[in-house]
């Protein structure tokens, strides 16, 4: 397993698009905004891969108004699911952010993630609200 940021716009981008549908949107019956997958040119994007170049997770990092980096649409592989791949990502992402001289990492966590999160050390802040027609909490970690 190997992590790295990709390109916006690359056929890596694109297939981070596809797990991105599978995991998050398809149970909900969603799909993407098109206006706003065109705005992720301003976001990175980090990805697991497994050696075989296949993509195995992938997150988004949204750079925040206040200096804080947004971590969003974290999805893993669902047969991946279970092997620590996920921690792995959000390390590599916690190791970025530290690098590229943020000092906070924030994020919405479906209620499913948030021991998930509470585990790796991030902490809820303020009550549950709603967001893509389901429970979520915000979540923050200093870095």
Same mark, same amino acid.
């Given at each position: 397993?190997?992590?790295?940021?990709?390109?916006?716009?690359?056929?890596?981008?694109?297939?981070?698009?596809?797990?991105?549908?599978?995991? =998050?949107?398809?149970?909900?019956?969603?799909?993407?905004?098109?206006?706003? =997958?065109?705005?992720?040119?301003?976001?990175?994007?980090?990805? $697991?891969?497994?050696?075989?170049?296949?993509? $195995? $997770?992938?997150?988004?990092?949204?750079?925040?108004?206040?200096?804080?980096?947004?971590?969003?649409?974290?999805?893993?592989?669902?047969?991946?699911?279970?092997?620590?791949?996920?921690?792995?990502?959000?390390?590599?992402?916690?190791?970025?952010? $530290?690098?590229?001289?943020?000092?906070?990492?924030?994020?919405?966590?479906?209620?499913?993630?948030?021991?998930?999160?509470?585990? =790796?050390?991030?902490?809820?802040?303020?009550?549950?609200?709603?967001?893509?027609?389901?429970?979520?909490?915000?979540?923050?970690?200093?870095?």
């Amino acid at each position: 397993m190997y992590f790295k940021e990709i390109e916006f716009g690359g056929k890596a981008y694109y297939n981070t698009i596809e797990l991105r549908y599978k995991v =998050l949107r398809k149970p909900l019956n969603l799909k993407f905004d098109a206006e706003a =997958l065109a705005m992720e040119y301003k976001d990175h994007h980090l990805c $697991a891969f497994s050696l075989n170049d296949t993509l $195995a $997770a992938c997150l988004i990092m949204s750079p925040q108004e206040n200096g804080s980096v947004k971590m969003r649409q974290f999805a893993v592989e669902p047969e991946l699911q279970g092997q620590s791949i996920g921690k792995r990502l959000v390390s590599f992402a916690e190791q970025w952010a $530290a690098e590229s001289n943020y000092k906070k990492i924030e994020l919405h966590a479906r209620l499913t993630a948030v021991p998930f999160y509470e585990k =790796l050390g991030y902490i809820i802040e303020g009550e549950e609200f709603v967001e893509v027609t389901i429970p979520h909490r915000f979540m923050f970690k200093d870095i």
